[in-house]
């Protein structure tokens, strides 16, 4: 197929021959169609950083200061999970540098372990994972766009609802239209995000070489340290990092990987370790531990205490944070179905690419009704709670595959490589996070598994048996290609 029309004139091909609006070649005219490099070492750095940091640090980042029962250990354990998010990051590097696809965790499995086992974590992340994680985070961008219009009261659910629809559809339409709007768009949130942190972190720093530090005093206390708390402490901390991927899903369209990719990782990492944890010494000069706890917003409650009425405009900042993180995680997952389709694991239409934009269009909106749906229908929250620990299974197996794959293909070159206990390190520390699921949760962890185990069946129907029904793909494409 050399490229499919829409009813607007937009042209699409999959096998990368250029055409005209109406779909017809052009008389010697034999370029090629795709994803162009237009990822550069700037734009990697805001994938990441505008992916990892969302909502939470400025609302909640409550988890680890209550497992871990006192400020300094609280500060050890956003430090220490810093460090293990880069030894993560670090094996994706190398995976990154050697693997040179697209698809992030989707190829690396696939390359390691076979299809079957790679299409178990696509079918999850299509059917709950990443339209759920989506609305989350757009249902949080909703509430804290629409809250200076409403203060002091409360937004309607209604109102947030709509908002957080406008916002998705907003995202996905920049993403399907230019790859590099889409990318210096996200250089501006992931700078207005840390600009945010910023206006923390300087005031914070002030109040602290004052001589503000009441709240550091007995910063150890025994009494409140809670060790058997901290497997949960440390459980939260990796989950406030999580995002340090999504540069691997986009590999393909990043300039120079070997160079690019290492160096956008570590960058990121460093600086966001370094952000989540003087933003919180900033929080303790102000806030005792036990008002950190209290508050609701704690981003809004600091400033509050220091600024006066510049608390008005934390929700602003917080929803564009929340807004960053949707259009890094979009155009990172776009790239996902995009590479599954171009294995034969998805249906066909989601891996062509618009001839003019050059975007996956298909591909970025494969989302949108699922995450609709769950938004007005689904219980959204309880389906994250099934699904949390299958992040840290999947990244596990990732990083197994990594070890397995020095053993299996030692001649494959590897620009980047990490000392062998850095994957080991990372290996024992996502399986440890999914053993604590288990133990403390078995039920909702037991239903996410049994959600994910769906995808055997579905895979022997589909794909192992190619049975895979051509009404459906006949249906799938016609009805995209009318709509666009």
């Known amino acids: 197929r050399n490229g499919r029309v829409g009813l607007n004139g937009h042209t699409f091909s999959q096998n990368g021959t250029v055409s005209d609006s109406g779909g017809k070649l052009q008389d010697g005219d034999n370029r090629k169609v795709g994803l162009g490099k ?9 994938i990441i950083i505008g992916s990892v940091i969302g909502a939470g640090i400025f609302i909640s980042p409550k988890g680890i200061l209550k497992n871990s029962g006192s400020v300094g250990m609280s ?14 990051a670090l094996c994706y590097a190398e995976l990154g540098t050697c693997i040179k696809k697209s698809g992030g965790h989707y190829t690396y499995i696939m ?7 790679a299409f178990i974590r696509l079918w999850a992340d299509l059917v709950a994972i990443r339209p759920a994680a989506l609305a989350v985070i757009s249902l949080a961008f909703g509430q804290h766009i629409l809250e200076p219009l409403f203060m002091p009261c409360g937004v309607p659910l209604i109102a947030v609802k709509l908002a957080t629809v406008i916002g998705i559809t907003s995202v996905m339409y920049l993403n399907s239209m230019s790859v590099t709007w889409t990318a210096k768009i996200q250089i501006f949130l992931t700078i207005t995000k840390l600009l945010a942190i910023i206006i923390i972190i300087v005031p914070g720093m002030y109040q602290l070489f004052k001589g503000e530090t009441g709240n550091f005093e007995d910063a150890f206390n025994m009494n409140t340290m809670q060790l058997s708390g901290m ?19 986009v590999t393909e369209e990043v300039e120079n990987p070997e160079r690019t ?17 003087l933003i919180n010494v900033a929080y303790y000069t102000v806030m005792s531990a036990e008002e950190l706890l209290a508050s609701e917003a704690v981003a809004v409650t600091f400033a509050e205490k220091l600024m006066g009425n510049f608390s008005v405009a934390v929700p602003v900042f917080v929803a564009l944070s929340c807004y960053g993180s949707m259009n890094g995680g979009l155009f990172a997952l776009s790239r996902m179905f995009y590479v599954a389709s171009r294995e034969g694991q998805l249906p066909e239409v989601l891996s062509m690419i618009h001839v003019r934009r050059h975007t996956p269009l298909a591909a970025v909106f494969i989302l949108y009704p699922m995450t609709i749906f769950q938004l007005f229908v689904g219980d959204i929250y309880s389906l994250l709670n099934f699904m949390s620990f299958l992040r840290w299974l999947f990244i596990g197996v990732v990083v197994m595959g990594l070890i397995y794959l ?9 620009p980047f490589k990490v000392p062998l206990f850095i994957p080991v390190v990372f290996c024992f520390t996502c399986f440890s996070m999914v053993f604590l699921s288990l133990y403390s949760d078995p039920i909702n962890t037991g239903i996410g598994f049994a959600i994910s185990l769906t995808g055997i069946p579905a895979y022997y129907i589909f794909l192992y048996f190619n049975h895979r029904p051509k009404w459906f793909h006949r249906a799938l494409e016609e009805c995209f290609f009318d709509h666009i």
Do not use: H
């Open 231 to 249: 497997p949960l402490a440390f459980y939260s901390g990796m989950y406030a990092y999580a995002g340090w991927f999504y540069l691997n899903f």
């Open 261 to 277: 990719v290492p160096l956008a990782i570590c960058i990121s990492m460093v600086i966001v370790t370094c952000c989540y944890v």
């Open 111 to 117: 390359e390691a372990f076979g299809p079957q086992m």
């Open 38 to 46: 237009k990822v550069t070492l700037l734009r990697g750095i805001s």
């Open 75 to 88: 500060l050890i354990v956003w430090l220490a999970c810093g460090i293990l998010s880069l030894f993560g």
């Open 406 to 414: 020095r053993y299996t293909k030692p001649d494959l070159p590897r």
